[in-house]
Protein backbone atom coordinates (compact mmCIF):
# COMPACT_ATOMS: atom_id res chain seq x y z
CA UNK A 1 0.00 0.00 0.00
CA UNK A 2 2.50 2.20 0.89
CA UNK A 3 4.62 1.64 -1.79
CA UNK A 4 1.93 1.84 -3.86
CA UNK A 5 0.97 5.41 -2.51
CA UNK A 6 4.57 6.43 -2.88
CA UNK A 7 4.68 5.47 -6.16
CA UNK A 8 1.28 6.98 -7.40
CA UNK A 9 2.55 10.47 -5.46
CA UNK A 10 5.49 10.35 -7.52
CA UNK A 11 3.61 10.00 -10.57
CA UNK A 12 1.50 12.92 -9.52
CA UNK A 13 4.37 14.98 -9.02
CA UNK A 14 5.66 13.96 -12.27
CA UNK A 15 2.30 14.67 -14.25
CA UNK A 16 1.79 18.34 -11.92
CA UNK A 17 5.55 19.05 -13.21
CA UNK A 18 4.71 18.43 -16.21
CA UNK A 19 1.46 20.38 -16.49
CA UNK A 20 3.36 23.22 -14.76
CA UNK A 21 6.23 23.14 -17.92
CA UNK A 22 3.81 22.81 -20.40
CA UNK A 23 1.31 25.42 -18.80
CA UNK A 24 1.39 28.76 -20.96
CA UNK A 25 0.13 27.05 -23.87
CA UNK A 26 -1.99 24.35 -22.64
CA UNK A 27 -3.89 27.59 -20.78
CA UNK A 28 -3.90 28.93 -23.71
CA UNK A 29 -5.32 26.13 -25.61
CA UNK A 30 -7.99 25.15 -22.19
CA UNK A 31 -9.26 29.01 -22.74
CA UNK A 32 -9.21 28.81 -26.39
CA UNK A 33 -11.73 25.83 -26.42
CA UNK A 34 -13.36 27.41 -23.87
CA UNK A 35 -13.88 30.52 -25.95
CA UNK A 36 -14.93 28.71 -28.67
CA UNK A 37 -17.87 27.22 -27.51
CA UNK A 38 -19.02 30.93 -27.22
CA UNK A 39 -17.41 32.44 -30.14
CA UNK A 40 -19.81 33.90 -33.04
CA UNK A 41 -18.61 34.92 -36.23
CA UNK A 42 -19.76 38.52 -37.63
CA UNK A 43 -20.30 39.76 -41.27
CA UNK A 44 -17.15 40.72 -41.63
CA UNK A 45 -15.82 37.23 -40.56
CA UNK A 46 -14.18 38.35 -37.10
CA UNK A 47 -14.92 36.42 -34.29
CA UNK A 48 -16.81 37.71 -31.39
CA UNK A 49 -16.56 35.88 -27.71
CA UNK A 50 -15.20 36.58 -24.43
CA UNK A 51 -11.50 37.17 -23.60
CA UNK A 52 -9.41 39.95 -21.39
CA UNK A 53 -10.09 42.72 -24.28
CA UNK A 54 -12.62 44.66 -26.16
CA UNK A 55 -10.41 43.14 -29.23
CA UNK A 56 -7.34 41.88 -30.21
CA UNK A 57 -5.52 42.31 -33.78
CA UNK A 58 -3.76 39.04 -34.16
CA UNK A 59 -1.37 37.78 -37.18
CA UNK A 60 -0.25 40.84 -38.51
CA UNK A 61 3.14 42.70 -39.04
CA UNK A 62 3.15 45.79 -36.23
CA UNK A 63 4.76 49.41 -37.10
CA UNK A 64 5.38 50.17 -32.92
CA UNK A 65 7.99 51.99 -32.15
CA UNK A 66 9.49 53.29 -35.57
CA UNK A 67 9.54 49.51 -36.49
CA UNK A 68 8.01 46.47 -37.81
CA UNK A 69 7.04 43.16 -35.65
CA UNK A 70 5.77 40.26 -37.05
CA UNK A 71 3.13 38.71 -35.33
CA UNK A 72 2.42 41.00 -32.59
CA UNK A 73 -0.84 41.47 -30.81
CA UNK A 74 -2.59 44.13 -30.57
CA UNK A 75 -5.32 44.74 -27.85
CA UNK A 76 -7.40 47.19 -27.06
CA UNK A 77 -9.02 47.88 -23.29
CA UNK A 78 -13.03 48.85 -22.95
CA UNK A 79 -11.79 52.43 -22.91
CA UNK A 80 -10.11 52.72 -25.92
CA UNK A 81 -7.00 52.02 -25.04
CA UNK A 82 -3.53 49.71 -26.68
CA UNK A 83 -1.72 46.95 -25.69
CA UNK A 84 1.04 45.66 -27.30
CA UNK A 85 1.88 41.95 -26.70
CA UNK A 86 4.30 39.95 -28.39
CA UNK A 87 2.34 36.89 -26.88
CA UNK A 88 -0.97 36.12 -27.73
CA UNK A 89 -4.19 37.60 -25.83
CA UNK A 90 -7.72 37.05 -25.65
CA UNK A 91 -10.26 39.67 -27.11
CA UNK A 92 -13.84 39.54 -26.73
CA UNK A 93 -14.00 40.83 -30.61
CA UNK A 94 -10.78 39.27 -32.62
CA UNK A 95 -9.83 40.72 -36.07
CA UNK A 96 -7.27 38.41 -38.15
CA UNK A 97 -4.96 40.89 -40.02
CA UNK A 98 -2.58 38.13 -41.36
CA UNK A 99 -0.55 39.53 -44.61
CA UNK A 100 -1.39 42.73 -43.12
CA UNK A 101 -0.12 45.83 -41.85
CA UNK A 102 -1.19 47.03 -38.59
CA UNK A 103 -0.26 50.94 -38.13
CA UNK A 104 -1.10 53.63 -36.07
CA UNK A 105 -3.80 55.60 -37.97
CA UNK A 106 -2.49 57.79 -40.81
CA UNK A 107 -2.21 61.57 -39.41
CA UNK A 108 -3.46 64.60 -41.86
CA UNK A 109 -1.10 67.69 -40.34
CA UNK A 110 -2.96 69.48 -43.88
CA UNK A 111 -6.48 68.69 -44.05
CA UNK A 112 -8.43 71.66 -46.05
CA UNK A 113 -12.04 71.65 -44.96
CA UNK A 114 -12.14 75.56 -44.16
CA UNK A 115 -14.15 76.95 -46.74
CA UNK A 116 -17.82 75.85 -45.33
CA UNK A 117 -16.99 73.47 -42.61
CA UNK A 118 -20.76 73.01 -41.16
CA UNK A 119 -22.17 72.35 -44.28
CA UNK A 120 -19.00 69.93 -45.71
CA UNK A 121 -17.84 68.30 -42.80
CA UNK A 122 -19.81 64.89 -42.87
CA UNK A 123 -18.34 64.57 -46.49
CA UNK A 124 -14.95 65.68 -45.82
CA UNK A 125 -14.24 62.64 -42.79
CA UNK A 126 -15.98 60.32 -44.37
CA UNK A 127 -13.30 60.40 -47.48
CA UNK A 128 -10.61 60.85 -44.79
CA UNK A 129 -11.21 57.97 -42.72
CA UNK A 130 -12.04 55.95 -46.03
CA UNK A 131 -8.04 57.34 -46.81
CA UNK A 132 -6.71 55.29 -43.15
CA UNK A 133 -6.68 59.22 -41.61
CA UNK A 134 -7.44 58.79 -37.78
CA UNK A 135 -6.40 62.22 -37.32
CA UNK A 136 -7.22 65.00 -39.25
CA UNK A 137 -5.88 68.58 -38.72
CA UNK A 138 -6.69 71.79 -40.40
CA UNK A 139 -3.66 73.46 -40.12
CA UNK A 140 -3.13 75.18 -43.54
CA UNK A 141 -6.14 77.27 -42.70
CA UNK A 142 -8.18 76.10 -39.29
CA UNK A 143 -10.09 78.48 -37.67
CA UNK A 144 -10.05 82.36 -36.80
CA UNK A 145 -11.92 81.48 -33.24
CA UNK A 146 -10.74 78.43 -32.10
CA UNK A 147 -13.46 78.54 -28.92
CA UNK A 148 -16.27 78.73 -30.98
CA UNK A 149 -14.97 76.07 -33.67
CA UNK A 150 -15.24 73.52 -30.88
CA UNK A 151 -18.20 74.75 -29.13
CA UNK A 152 -19.56 73.75 -32.61
CA UNK A 153 -18.03 70.87 -33.76
CA UNK A 154 -17.66 69.11 -30.56
CA UNK A 155 -20.76 67.99 -29.73
CA UNK A 156 -21.06 66.83 -32.82
CA UNK A 157 -20.01 63.14 -34.00
CA UNK A 158 -17.05 63.19 -35.92
CA UNK A 159 -15.62 60.15 -37.90
CA UNK A 160 -11.59 60.98 -37.06
CA UNK A 161 -10.24 63.18 -34.49
CA UNK A 162 -10.05 66.61 -35.56
CA UNK A 163 -8.25 70.16 -34.79
CA UNK A 164 -7.12 73.17 -36.28
CA UNK A 165 -4.72 76.18 -35.97
CA UNK A 166 -5.35 79.46 -35.62
CA UNK A 167 -6.52 81.27 -39.44
CA UNK A 168 -4.50 84.19 -39.34
CA UNK A 169 -5.44 85.37 -42.92
CA UNK A 170 -9.46 85.65 -41.58
CA UNK A 171 -8.35 87.30 -38.56
CA UNK A 172 -6.14 90.15 -40.95
CA UNK A 173 -9.89 90.60 -43.41
CA UNK A 174 -11.37 91.09 -40.46
CA UNK A 175 -9.01 93.34 -38.33
CA UNK A 176 -6.99 96.26 -39.75
CA UNK A 177 -5.96 96.91 -36.50
CA UNK A 178 -2.18 95.07 -35.57
CA UNK A 179 -2.92 95.14 -31.84
CA UNK A 180 -6.32 93.67 -32.27
CA UNK A 181 -4.82 90.61 -35.07
CA UNK A 182 -1.78 89.90 -32.58
CA UNK A 183 -4.39 89.63 -29.57
CA UNK A 184 -7.04 87.73 -30.78
CA UNK A 185 -3.95 85.28 -32.24
CA UNK A 186 -3.15 84.88 -28.88
CA UNK A 187 -6.17 84.37 -27.80
CA UNK A 188 -6.62 81.26 -30.32
CA UNK A 189 -3.30 79.47 -29.09
CA UNK A 190 -5.27 80.19 -25.41
CA UNK A 191 -8.18 78.70 -26.49
CA UNK A 192 -6.51 75.12 -27.38
CA UNK A 193 -5.07 76.15 -31.41
CA UNK A 194 -2.59 73.00 -32.00
CA UNK A 195 -0.65 75.46 -34.38
CA UNK A 196 -0.34 79.04 -35.78
CA UNK A 197 -1.44 79.68 -39.31
CA UNK A 198 -0.29 82.01 -42.63
CA UNK A 199 0.11 82.17 -45.89
CA UNK A 200 1.88 85.36 -46.90
CA UNK A 201 1.38 84.33 -50.76
CA UNK A 202 -2.50 84.87 -50.49
CA UNK A 203 -1.88 88.20 -48.08
CA UNK A 204 1.54 89.85 -49.40
CA UNK A 205 0.75 93.19 -47.79
CA UNK A 206 1.75 91.24 -44.78
CA UNK A 207 5.49 92.69 -44.25
CA UNK A 208 8.16 90.42 -41.92
CA UNK A 209 7.60 92.68 -38.87
CA UNK A 210 3.66 91.48 -38.57
CA UNK A 211 4.75 87.81 -39.58
CA UNK A 212 7.47 87.96 -37.05
CA UNK A 213 4.76 88.94 -34.65
CA UNK A 214 2.77 85.53 -34.90
CA UNK A 215 6.21 83.73 -34.60
CA UNK A 216 6.39 85.06 -31.43
CA UNK A 217 3.50 84.51 -29.98
CA UNK A 218 3.62 80.86 -31.03
CA UNK A 219 7.08 80.66 -30.05
CA UNK A 220 5.23 81.98 -26.80
CA UNK A 221 3.03 79.46 -26.66
CA UNK A 222 5.68 76.19 -27.77
CA UNK A 223 3.31 75.96 -30.54
CA UNK A 224 4.44 75.42 -34.10
CA UNK A 225 3.95 77.65 -36.99
CA UNK A 226 2.67 77.46 -40.30
CA UNK A 227 3.85 78.83 -43.45
CA UNK A 228 2.05 78.95 -46.96
CA UNK A 229 5.54 80.59 -48.32
CA UNK A 230 5.40 83.97 -49.66
CA UNK A 231 6.68 83.00 -53.41
CA UNK A 232 5.69 80.58 -55.53
CA UNK A 233 7.38 81.79 -59.00
CA UNK A 234 11.03 79.90 -60.23
CA UNK A 235 12.70 83.56 -59.63
CA UNK A 236 11.72 84.58 -55.79
CA UNK A 237 10.41 80.91 -54.41
CA UNK A 238 13.76 80.61 -52.52
CA UNK A 239 13.09 83.97 -50.78
CA UNK A 240 10.34 82.42 -49.21
CA UNK A 241 12.23 79.98 -48.07
CA UNK A 242 14.67 82.52 -46.81
CA UNK A 243 12.31 84.35 -44.93
CA UNK A 244 11.28 81.42 -42.82
CA UNK A 245 14.60 80.58 -41.81
CA UNK A 246 14.97 84.21 -40.90
CA UNK A 247 11.79 83.56 -38.42
CA UNK A 248 13.01 80.47 -37.01
CA UNK A 249 16.44 81.73 -36.47
CA UNK A 250 15.02 85.25 -34.80
CA UNK A 251 12.63 83.97 -32.66
CA UNK A 252 13.38 79.98 -32.30
CA UNK A 253 9.67 79.00 -33.48
CA UNK A 254 9.19 75.28 -34.88
CA UNK A 255 8.42 76.32 -38.41
CA UNK A 256 6.65 74.32 -40.55
CA UNK A 257 6.53 74.59 -44.73
CA UNK A 258 3.16 73.83 -45.27
CA UNK A 259 3.24 71.75 -49.25
CA UNK A 260 7.44 72.56 -50.20
CA UNK A 261 6.42 71.09 -53.66
CA UNK A 262 4.27 73.38 -54.67
CA UNK A 263 5.31 76.52 -52.61
CA UNK A 264 9.37 77.33 -52.16
CA UNK A 265 10.51 73.82 -53.78
CA UNK A 266 8.71 73.48 -57.20
CA UNK A 267 11.88 74.76 -59.24
CA UNK A 268 14.39 74.31 -57.23
CA UNK A 269 13.58 71.89 -54.75
CA UNK A 270 17.30 71.04 -54.04
CA UNK A 271 18.30 73.88 -53.05
CA UNK A 272 15.46 74.52 -51.03
CA UNK A 273 16.03 71.59 -48.82
CA UNK A 274 19.59 72.15 -48.54
CA UNK A 275 18.91 75.99 -47.02
CA UNK A 276 16.55 73.99 -44.47
CA UNK A 277 19.43 71.15 -43.76
CA UNK A 278 21.47 74.06 -42.93
CA UNK A 279 19.64 76.13 -40.89
CA UNK A 280 18.66 72.99 -39.13
CA UNK A 281 22.09 72.57 -38.65
CA UNK A 282 22.61 75.47 -36.74
CA UNK A 283 20.04 75.08 -34.42
CA UNK A 284 16.78 76.32 -36.26
CA UNK A 285 13.62 73.99 -36.35
CA UNK A 286 12.24 73.67 -39.73
CA UNK A 287 9.66 71.20 -41.25
CA UNK A 288 7.77 70.60 -44.44
CA UNK A 289 5.42 68.43 -46.01
CA UNK A 290 4.77 67.12 -49.50
CA UNK A 291 1.44 65.98 -50.96
CA UNK A 292 2.24 62.65 -53.31
CA UNK A 293 0.87 63.63 -56.77
CA UNK A 294 2.98 65.46 -59.25
CA UNK A 295 -0.14 67.97 -60.60
CA UNK A 296 -1.81 70.91 -58.83
CA UNK A 297 -5.37 71.96 -59.34
CA UNK A 298 -6.17 75.68 -58.72
CA UNK A 299 -9.60 77.69 -59.60
CA UNK A 300 -9.21 78.84 -63.48
CA UNK A 301 -10.12 82.81 -62.01
CA UNK A 302 -6.91 82.74 -59.96
CA UNK A 303 -3.94 84.77 -61.15
CA UNK A 304 -1.78 81.22 -61.73
CA UNK A 305 -4.32 81.46 -64.95
CA UNK A 306 -3.45 85.24 -65.62
CA UNK A 307 -0.90 86.62 -67.97
CA UNK A 308 0.41 84.10 -70.82
CA UNK A 309 -0.13 81.02 -68.06
CA UNK A 310 0.10 78.89 -71.59
CA UNK A 311 4.43 79.63 -72.45
CA UNK A 312 4.49 79.47 -68.14
CA UNK A 313 3.35 76.28 -67.51
CA UNK A 314 4.22 74.85 -71.29
CA UNK A 315 0.67 73.69 -71.58
CA UNK A 316 -2.29 74.61 -73.48
CA UNK A 317 -6.53 74.79 -72.77
CA UNK A 318 -6.94 70.92 -73.57
CA UNK A 319 -4.59 70.54 -70.89
CA UNK A 320 -6.87 71.59 -68.46
CA UNK A 321 -9.36 69.24 -67.00
CA UNK A 322 -12.54 70.06 -64.92
CA UNK A 323 -12.00 68.58 -61.89
CA UNK A 324 -15.05 66.27 -60.65
CA UNK A 325 -16.24 65.84 -64.47
CA UNK A 326 -13.43 64.90 -66.82
CA UNK A 327 -14.19 67.62 -68.75
CA UNK A 328 -11.66 69.71 -70.67
CA UNK A 329 -11.00 73.26 -70.98
CA UNK A 330 -10.97 74.56 -74.65
CA UNK A 331 -10.01 77.86 -76.59
CA UNK A 332 -13.91 78.47 -76.97
CA UNK A 333 -14.89 77.55 -72.86
CA UNK A 334 -11.75 79.17 -71.99
CA UNK A 335 -13.05 82.65 -71.91
CA UNK A 336 -16.55 81.49 -70.11
CA UNK A 337 -14.92 79.51 -67.41
CA UNK A 338 -12.77 81.65 -66.44
CA UNK A 339 -14.92 84.45 -65.93
CA UNK A 340 -17.28 81.46 -63.72
CA UNK A 341 -15.97 81.83 -59.88
CA UNK A 342 -15.25 78.78 -57.91
CA UNK A 343 -14.13 76.21 -60.66
CA UNK A 344 -11.33 74.43 -59.78
CA UNK A 345 -9.19 72.88 -62.87
CA UNK A 346 -6.32 70.34 -62.70
CA UNK A 347 -2.90 70.77 -64.64
CA UNK A 348 -1.56 67.16 -66.59
CA UNK A 349 0.24 64.60 -64.25
CA UNK A 350 3.91 65.64 -64.47
CA UNK A 351 3.90 69.43 -64.22
CA UNK A 352 5.76 69.11 -60.57
CA UNK A 353 7.99 66.02 -61.87
CA UNK A 354 8.18 64.11 -58.69
CA UNK A 355 12.45 63.05 -59.36
CA UNK A 356 12.92 66.74 -58.93
CA UNK A 357 10.23 67.32 -56.53
CA UNK A 358 8.67 65.45 -53.68
CA UNK A 359 11.45 62.28 -54.56
CA UNK A 360 14.10 64.56 -52.83
CA UNK A 361 12.07 66.29 -49.95
CA UNK A 362 11.05 62.74 -48.69
CA UNK A 363 15.09 61.76 -48.60
CA UNK A 364 15.27 64.17 -45.93
CA UNK A 365 14.63 63.79 -41.78
CA UNK A 366 12.45 67.07 -41.45
CA UNK A 367 9.87 66.18 -44.63
CA UNK A 368 6.54 64.46 -43.42
CA UNK A 369 3.27 64.05 -45.71
CA UNK A 370 0.29 66.48 -45.59
CA UNK A 371 -2.71 66.61 -47.73
CA UNK A 372 -3.29 70.22 -48.41
CA UNK A 373 -7.23 69.01 -49.61
CA UNK A 374 -10.51 67.64 -48.66
CA UNK A 375 -13.51 66.60 -50.19
CA UNK A 376 -16.39 68.46 -50.11
CA UNK A 377 -19.59 67.79 -52.30
CA UNK A 378 -20.87 64.48 -53.29
CA UNK A 379 -21.04 62.59 -55.78
CA UNK A 380 -18.35 64.44 -57.41
CA UNK A 381 -16.66 67.07 -55.96
CA UNK A 382 -14.77 69.80 -57.51
CA UNK A 383 -11.93 69.17 -55.31
CA UNK A 384 -8.49 67.56 -56.08
CA UNK A 385 -8.04 64.06 -55.42
CA UNK A 386 -6.09 64.19 -52.80
CA UNK A 387 -8.80 65.34 -50.40
CA UNK A 388 -9.83 61.02 -50.91
CA UNK A 389 -6.67 59.22 -51.89
CA UNK A 390 -3.66 61.26 -50.35
CA UNK A 391 -2.68 58.69 -47.25
CA UNK A 392 -2.84 55.31 -49.08
CA UNK A 393 -1.30 57.51 -52.72
CA UNK A 394 1.29 58.70 -50.36
CA UNK A 395 2.31 54.99 -49.42
CA UNK A 396 2.35 53.90 -52.20
CA UNK A 397 4.68 56.49 -54.03
CA UNK A 398 7.02 55.69 -51.18
CA UNK A 399 7.54 52.05 -52.16
CA UNK A 400 7.64 52.80 -55.43
CA UNK A 401 10.75 55.05 -55.13
CA UNK A 402 12.58 52.41 -52.90
CA UNK A 403 11.80 53.36 -49.77
CA UNK A 404 11.15 51.02 -46.92
CA UNK A 405 7.35 50.62 -45.28
CA UNK A 406 8.94 51.72 -42.15
CA UNK A 407 9.88 55.23 -43.86
CA UNK A 408 6.44 55.74 -45.31
CA UNK A 409 4.41 55.14 -42.12
CA UNK A 410 7.28 57.45 -40.44
CA UNK A 411 6.66 60.13 -43.39
CA UNK A 412 2.73 59.98 -42.50
CA UNK A 413 2.00 58.84 -38.82
CA UNK A 414 5.46 59.21 -36.95
CA UNK A 415 6.86 62.77 -37.56
CA UNK A 416 3.64 64.57 -38.28
CA UNK A 417 2.59 63.00 -34.24
CA UNK A 418 5.75 64.08 -33.67
CA UNK A 419 4.81 67.65 -34.73
CA UNK A 420 2.23 68.40 -32.88
CA UNK A 421 3.14 68.24 -29.19
CA UNK A 422 1.81 67.43 -26.74
CA UNK A 423 -1.13 67.77 -28.08
CA UNK A 424 -1.11 63.74 -29.71
CA UNK A 425 1.36 62.73 -26.89
CA UNK A 426 -1.03 59.72 -26.64
CA UNK A 427 -1.33 58.98 -30.19
CA UNK A 428 0.89 58.29 -33.43
CA UNK A 429 2.15 54.90 -32.17
CA UNK A 430 1.60 51.43 -31.25
CA UNK A 431 2.27 51.48 -27.03
CA UNK A 432 0.70 50.73 -24.15
CA UNK A 433 -2.14 53.42 -22.67
CA UNK A 434 -1.74 55.36 -25.99
CA UNK A 435 -5.40 55.70 -28.34
CA UNK A 436 -6.38 53.22 -30.18
CA UNK A 437 -6.33 55.27 -33.39
CA UNK A 438 -5.35 52.13 -35.43
CA UNK A 439 -5.11 51.47 -39.28
CA UNK A 440 -4.90 48.11 -40.71
CA UNK A 441 -3.67 47.88 -44.69
CA UNK A 442 -2.65 45.07 -46.89
CA UNK A 443 0.98 46.78 -47.89
CA UNK A 444 0.55 44.49 -51.36
CA UNK A 445 -2.66 47.08 -52.87
CA UNK A 446 -2.69 49.82 -50.69
CA UNK A 447 -3.06 53.03 -53.39
CA UNK A 448 -5.80 55.87 -53.74
CA UNK A 449 -7.91 55.80 -56.27
CA UNK A 450 -9.21 58.65 -56.23
CA UNK A 451 -8.75 60.44 -59.71
CA UNK A 452 -9.39 63.99 -61.12
CA UNK A 453 -12.39 62.90 -63.22
CA UNK A 454 -13.73 61.30 -60.25
CA UNK A 455 -12.11 62.33 -57.10
CA UNK A 456 -15.13 60.87 -54.54
CA UNK A 457 -13.54 57.09 -54.57
CA UNK A 458 -11.93 55.25 -51.88
CA UNK A 459 -8.80 54.39 -51.91
CA UNK A 460 -7.78 50.60 -51.74
CA UNK A 461 -6.23 48.34 -49.51
CA UNK A 462 -7.31 49.68 -46.71
CA UNK A 463 -9.46 46.92 -44.77
CA UNK A 464 -9.81 48.52 -41.49
CA UNK A 465 -9.66 51.74 -39.26
CA UNK A 466 -10.32 52.21 -35.89
CA UNK A 467 -10.88 55.83 -34.02
CA UNK A 468 -10.26 55.88 -29.85
CA UNK A 469 -10.79 51.89 -29.95
CA UNK A 470 -13.88 51.80 -31.96
CA UNK A 471 -14.43 50.67 -35.72
CA UNK A 472 -14.66 53.63 -37.72
CA UNK A 473 -14.40 51.87 -41.08
CA UNK A 474 -13.95 48.19 -41.93
CA UNK A 475 -14.22 46.42 -45.53
CA UNK A 476 -15.38 49.83 -47.43
CA UNK A 477 -17.79 50.43 -44.67
CA UNK A 478 -18.18 53.22 -42.50
CA UNK A 479 -19.44 52.48 -39.37
CA UNK A 480 -18.75 54.33 -35.56
CA UNK A 481 -18.17 57.70 -34.97
CA UNK A 482 -15.76 57.95 -32.09
CA UNK A 483 -13.38 61.36 -32.99
CA UNK A 484 -12.14 63.39 -30.53
CA UNK A 485 -11.37 67.26 -30.29
CA UNK A 486 -7.63 67.47 -30.97
CA UNK A 487 -6.40 70.72 -28.56
CA UNK A 488 -3.05 71.69 -27.09
ZN1 LIG B 1 -1.16 76.56 -49.54
Redesign the pocket.
Known amino acids: MKKLNRRKALKDIAIASATLLVSPSCMADDHKKDNSKKVTVNSNGDKIGEGDYKMVIKNGTLYTEGKLQKDWFLGITDDGKLKVSQTALQGKQEIDATGKIVSPGFIDILADNAGNPQQTYTIFEKYKVSDGLTTVLQM?GGAEYPQKFHEYFDKLPHRVNYGVSVFVMRLRLAYASLAKRYELAERGLKEGAVAMAH?P?YQPDTNYTELKEYAKIAQRYNRPYFL?LRYSSEDKELEGVKEAIRLTEETGVQIHI??IN??GGTFNMAKSLELIQNANAKGSKITCCVYPYSYWATYLISERFGGDWRKRYGITYEDLEIVGTGERVTAQTYPIYRKRGGLLVAVPPGTMPFEKTINLALQTDFCMFGS?GGIEKEPRANSHPRGAGFAATAIRHCLNIGLTLEQALERIVTRPAKLIQPAMKDRGDLKNGNWADVTIFDPKTINGKATVANPNQFSEGIDCVIVNGEIAFQNGKLLKQAGKPIRY
Do not use: G, M, Q, V
Request: glycine share 0%; proline share 0%; no cysteine.
Open positions: HSEHDHSTD
